[in-house]
């Protein structure tokens, strides 16, 4: 926990500084009869994050904050693994909805993430995972009216627009 | 008088048959979002807000605050069912509802929630009736530096009430109001801050993209992380015999819920507050009132009662700042207020004069949002403790799922997508290390329109924040916001005189 809180604390404070200098493009002074120019606002804003950051450093040297005091793990073994894969499948399933689309993509997420993480059986899975778009269709595209990501699979809807639209 | 013929023109709206549907569903999908553990109402409306551009938006916003009800309901359920807080607002309603389940009495703490709830839904529903109009009538003589104020005040009460690490907080608030910037600036059009070039940065940073990043995927994270353990449920066993049983049964908890209503609606209204503190609050001072507090914690009917009544008025309370001055009072109304900015209905002073119809409809559905969550909730138990087994591994995709989904359909802008993934993926991380998000969430809502306040201001007294202090109710509400801000250390002071004493 507490090289976390250290990283972090470095991190957001680069952020800040990137916040400060992004804004810097505009002009962040005073401008006659117009006020505060227009990087002003997170100009000062991202200031004030790097000044709470110094803050939260100051806390984690000084080990005030609960955290900075924790010798508990940031993240243990399991913790981890988990985290690696949901967070690593959702990447792919947004990656993928570039290539295949969200009816292609969403799919094969619920497919992997029920049985592999959730080992449910194919019948379960095979369900959920082939309504789940049906149902999106018929909202999204349908009731909506908005087109969702398709990618390659695009050709296959053509039968489906001239029926439905 | 007139109070009245507005709410009959309301109840005249609240009962078309759409939106009356719609509070009917809403109430039901907001007790399933309150009932499962890792899900709260501000989830329910965060991953749910788009799916509701199918109506109108009136319709909409009505859908969306019985849910909110709903969720308050709900979240008793898993506390009381699974020991598991169904939602934070439910975190105190575990303290006697469980050990109450586990006697054998579930169906007691089930039914005095559900009617707990009821009271205190209704009383700050008649509560609000009497104070929005008049609140509304006094900010309708607001300028911009009265808006800027009222949004200081609202984000000191995180420094002052909040509780969580101080700087932390700040950096919290600063961040949301930061990414609000983004886009093109409102004053001169110029393009700003357009991280890295990419042009999804020119339309701004949805505040949606930030609530379903933190309150869908990281949300969902946390859950993942924290419930690995297996869940127990208790039974319960519902006879009609004995929901007349449980309701007369209740006549001794009378009080405690009065106070809880009382308490939990004030608490309500406070922007930090809401009604997780509100009901932990209540559950106190249910005890400290209470002839025999020994009995707190081992199944006492008031320690369920307090609570429960105190999350419902709360959630109405924190209705009041939002829809008269412009300020949610909770992360919920935060979400709904960008909802209804998104829609052209934005809340404020305004919306009471030129969508009087609309407000009057909303509070009118509040009451019967308030009655049919009630109904729903007693009748379908069964149902939800069915629902309660539902594994945990088919519901997080699907959630996940409807966040991506959701998150993409208001801009239709894959940018968006990636842009919630990391917030949802960062949250998450920062959230491990005690930082609290909803200020954040609170800051990119509130950001575009402090902005422009802040900045009008300024050009009014030629730069000089003492306008801020010069003007009556711009200055006492600063000078209340500043002693919100030195309050922790103000705590800080005694407790080291204390010590040295």
Not at chain 2, 172 to 200: E, H
């Amino acid at each position: 926990m507490r090289r976390a809180e250290f990283v972090m604390a470095v991190v957001m404070a680069l952020v800040s500084l990137y916040l400060m200098w992004k804004s810097a493009e505009l002009p962040v002074g005073w401008i006659p009869d117009e006020g505060p120019g227009g990087g002003a606002f997170p100009f000062w804003l991202g200031a004030g994050m790097l000044v709470c950051t110094l803050w939260i450093f100051l806390r984690w040297f000084r080990r005030t904050s609960e955290v900075s005091r924790s010798s508990e793990a940031y993240f243990d073994g399991r913790a981890l693994t988990l985290f690696l894969i949901v967070g690593g499948s959702l990447t792919v399933m947004i990656g993928s909805i570039h290539l295949v689309g969200v009816y292609g993509a969403v799919p094969l997420f619920l497919a992997f993430y029920m049985r592999f993480l959730g080992r449910h059986g194919w019948p379960t899975t095979g369900a959920v995972a082939l309504s789940t778009p049906i149902v999106a269709f018929f909202f999204f595209e349908i009731a909506l009216n908005i087109t969702l990501p398709k990618g390659l699979t695009e050709p296959l809807f053509y039968p489906l627009y001239d029926i439905f639209l | 008088m007139e109070v009245l013929n507005l709410l009959a023109g309301g109840f005249a709206i609240a009962f078309e048959p759409l939106n009356l549907a719609l509070v009917v569903f809403g109430c039901a999908i907001g007790l399933f979002v309150g009932a499962m553990p890792g899900l709260g109402s501000v989830n329910g409306v965060a991953i749910l807000l788009p799916m509701t551009f199918l109506v109108p938006p009136e319709s909409a916003i009505i859908f969306l605050a019985a849910l909110y009800y709903g969720a308050m309901y709900g979240g008793a359920i898993s506390s009381i069912m699974l020991g598991i807080p169904g939602a934070s607002t439910a975190v105190a309603t575990t303290f006697d509802g469980r050990p109450l389940a586990l006697q054998g009495k579930a169906d007691v703490a089930l039914i005095s929630a559900a009617v707990a709830s009821f009271v205190g839904g209704t009383i700050s529903v008649v509560l609000f009736t009497l104070f929005a109009p008049p609140l509304a009538e006094i900010a309708l003589t607001f300028g911009s530096p009265e808006i800027f104020a009222l949004m200081v005040l609202a984000f000191a009460t995180f420094i002052g009430l909040g509780g969580d690490d101080i700087p932390k907080t700040l950096f919290s608030i600063f961040i949301g109001l930061a990414m609000s910037a983004v886009g093109l600036d409102i004053i001169s059009g110029q393009p700003r801050l357009i991280f890295f070039g990419l042009p999804g940065f020119y339309h701004g940073i949805n505040f949606l993209v930030l609530a379903i990043g933190i309150y869908g995927i990281g949300e969902m994270l946390w859950t993942v992380e924290v419930s690995r353990g297996k869940m127990s449920i208790s039974q319960a066993t519902m006879s009609l015999r004995r929901i007349v049983d449980g309701v007369i049964g209740l006549k001794s908890s009378v009080k405690t819920m009065l106070m809880g209503s009382f308490l939990g609606y004030f608490v309500g209204i406070l922007p930090a507050a809401g009604a997780t503190p509100g009901s932990l609050m209540a559950y106190g001072v249910a005890k400290t009132i209470s002839k025999d507090p020994g009995s707190f914690g081992k199944g006492n009917v008031d320690g369920v009662v307090a609570p429960e009544a105190a999350n419902n008025a709360a959630s109405t309370g924190a209705m009041l700042p939002m829809l008269t001055l412009g300020i949610p009072g909770s992360p919920t109304t935060a979400i709904l207020l960008g909802g209804m900015v998104i829609w052209g209905l934005e809340p404020g002073p305004l919306l009471f004069v030129e969508h009087s119809d609309f407000v009057w409809g909303l509070i009118a559905s509040l009451y019967a949002a308030n009655l049919f969550a009630l109904l729903i909730n007693i009748a379908f138990i069964p149902a939800f403790i069915w629902v309660l087994r539902m594994p945990f591994t088919i519901l997080a995709p699907i959630i996940f799922v409807l966040c991506i989904v959701g998150g993409y359909a208001p801009t239709q802008d894959m940018h968006d997508v990636w842009l919630m993934l990391i917030f949802g993926i960062v949250g998450y991380l920062m959230r491990k290390l005690d930082y609290p998000l909803a200020p954040a969430v609170l800051a990119i809502v509130l950001g575009p329109l402090a902005e422009p306040a802040l900045r009008q201001s300024l050009l009014i007294s030629n730069g000089s924040f003492a306008i801020f202090f010069e003007r009556p109710f711009a200055g006492v509400i600063m000078v209340i916001a500043l002693g919100l801000l030195i309050l922790p250390v103000l705590q800080k002071i005694v407790r080291y005189a204390r010590r040295s004493a």
